[in-house]
């Protein structure tokens, strides 16, 4: 079955820190992957996603993921991370087929910045 | 342009009562989605409507739970008789097309907590 593992649950950092989260996958067909955030109060915003071309995206705010098709892994990254980065993020795969279509969504990882 | 709309955005019911969710999506998507993320769980699919037609409600988890969207345009969801297990956020998305690359938007959510 098609899954998304998010590794990380909590994670907690200083500002200006760098951001690894890790994302990885489990199907066998062409993916469209994304990243989604939701910030405290706000609903789900798409942060950045990847369908074909340059395996590494640049989402809004700074942020980028790459695409690593022989690791199944579409890791989130930032270099410095800000306070109004915390946050809940959650990496995804679209799954499209015949007239239909679904996301395939992480359990999230939860991101506390101490300012 | 407006968003994705979602109401209400908090509905407590008692177990064995009925609620009706709503959703709105961005105006010209013919594609929309309903998703539910029980509590410390991952935000799980529930189906896919095409203008009025469910494409695909494999994730609808029983027949307690009835969606429809009359008309292509605005989407219910109810829940009769509600269970403690419904408990949890229901999020709405929409999308124009299904091309590769789609985005889906997703709304604000509506919490429900089944007592």
């Known amino acids: 079955a098609q899954s998304v593992s998010q590794h990380n649950h909590h994670v907690i950092l200083s500002e200006a820190a760098s951001l690894e989260l890790g994302c990885n996958y489990s199907?066998?067909?062409?993916?469209?992957l994304f990243w989604y955030v939701q910030y405290p109060g706000q609903h789900l915003q798409l942060l950045l996603k990847y369908f074909s071309g340059d395996p590494l995206v640049k989402g809004i705010k700074g942020f980028e993921a790459e695409f690593i098709k022989s690791k199944f892994s579409f890791n989130l990254r930032k270099p410095s991370v800000q306070w109004s980065d915390t946050a809940e993020y959650f990496c995804?795969?679209?799954?499209?087929?015949?007239?239909?279509?679904?996301?395939?969504f992480g359990s999230g990882t939860r991101l506390s910045i101490r300012p | 342009e407006a968003g994705v709309t979602q109401f209400p955005s908090h509905s407590v019911i008692e177990k064995g009562q009925t609620v009706t969710l709503r959703c709105d999506p961005i105006?010209?998507?013919?594609?929309l989605y309903w998703y539910r993320r029980v509590m410390g769980k991952e935000i799980k699919f529930l189906l896919h409507?095409?203008?009025?037609?469910?494409?695909?409600e494999s994730g609808m988890p029983n027949n307690r739970f009835l969606a429809e969207r009359t008309g292509g345009t605005y989407s219910t969801l109810k829940v009769q008789p509600a269970e403690l297990e419904d408990s949890g956020v229901y999020f709405c998305?929409?999308?124009?097309?299904?091309?590769?690359?789609?985005?889906?938007?997703f709304g604000p959510g509506t919490r429900l907590l089944v007592l």
């Open positions: 409507f095409v203008k009025e037609s469910k494409q695909d």
């Open positions: 199907y066998g067909g062409t993916v469209n």
């Open positions: 998305a929409s999308s124009q097309d299904l091309q590769e690359g789609e985005t889906q938007y």
């Open positions: 995804a795969v679209n799954l499209r087929y015949s007239s239909a279509s679904k996301i395939i």
């Open positions: 105006s010209g998507h013919d594609n």
